[in-house]
């Protein structure tokens, strides 16, 4: 089972500022199936990107994916007041697929 | 598209339930369909997968020999039996759209259903 360890738990930053968030997995994971939702509180998942790299229908150009191996990167730049949320990345190349624990960007 | 789960709801531990997922606005046959499960207060964990035709389905290893999904593409639903339940199944049970293939990401998600395993 491939564990992927989401960095960091928690990020607090203010509107307009850019985000990095980090999801490393212990062995390496296809860039063609890596994936970043976010979930806001009381409400499902959303998905954002998807083969690390690829935003979902509907996703502000704000949200750009990164990386390939086994680290990769959501990146939000100009954060706005509803970004605020929980994001968990998910590998989904093979079973069983796997979410990170979670990074909760929380306003400063 | 919508996603609406149902079935969830109070069991006691070595209980079985039966969830469903009704699916409409899209062509539900040619979709694979998850689940995943979320805890009280905690990260999301997913369950299953299984193939638009439901010829394949893998599972997470903590659900593994104890849920079974599986699909009537004739009724748009997809469901989820679990028996031995446990108390460390408790969560919220999304039902979620992938892809054609198995190994898509899941762009639709459900509302979720509620299943509490307490004696």
């Known amino acids: 089972e491939t564990v992927l360890t989401q960095s960091p738990g928690t990020l607090s930053l203010s509107p307009g500022e850019r985000a990095t968030l980090s999801c490393r997995a212990s062995?390496?994971?296809?860039?063609?199936?890596l994936a970043w939702y976010q979930q806001k509180p009381g409400q499902a998942p959303r998905l954002l990107i998807y083969?690390?790299?690829s935003r979902a229908t509907g996703i502000s150009d704000r949200f750009s994916g990164s990386g390939s191996g086994a680290d990769f990167t959501l990146t939000i730049s100009r954060l706005e007041p509803e970004d605020f949320a929980v994001y968990y990345c998910?590998?989904?190349?093979?079973?069983?697929?796997?979410f990170g624990q979670g990074t909760k960007l929380e306003i400063k | 598209v919508q996603l609406l789960e149902s079935g969830g709801g109070l069991v006691q531990p070595g209980g079985s339930l039966r969830l469903s997922c009704a699916a409409s606005g899209f062509s539900f046959s040619s979709y694979a369909m998850n689940w995943v499960r979320q805890a009280p207060g905690r990260g999301l964990e997913w369950v299953s997968v299984i193939s638009d035709g439901g010829g394949n389905t893998y599972y997470a290893d903590s659900v593994k020999g104890r849920f079974t999904i599986s699909r009537d593409n004739s009724k748009n639903t997809v469901y989820l039996q679990m028996n031995s339940l446990r108390a460390e199944d408790t969560a919220l049970y999304y039902c979620a759209r992938g892809g054609w293939k198995v190994t898509a990401s899941m762009g639709q998600w459900g509302q979720g259903t509620l299943v509490t395993v307490s004696s």
């Open positions: 083969g690390a790299s």
């Open positions: 998910q590998h989904y190349g093979y079973s069983p697929y796997t």
């Open positions: 062995q390496s994971v296809s860039s063609s199936y």
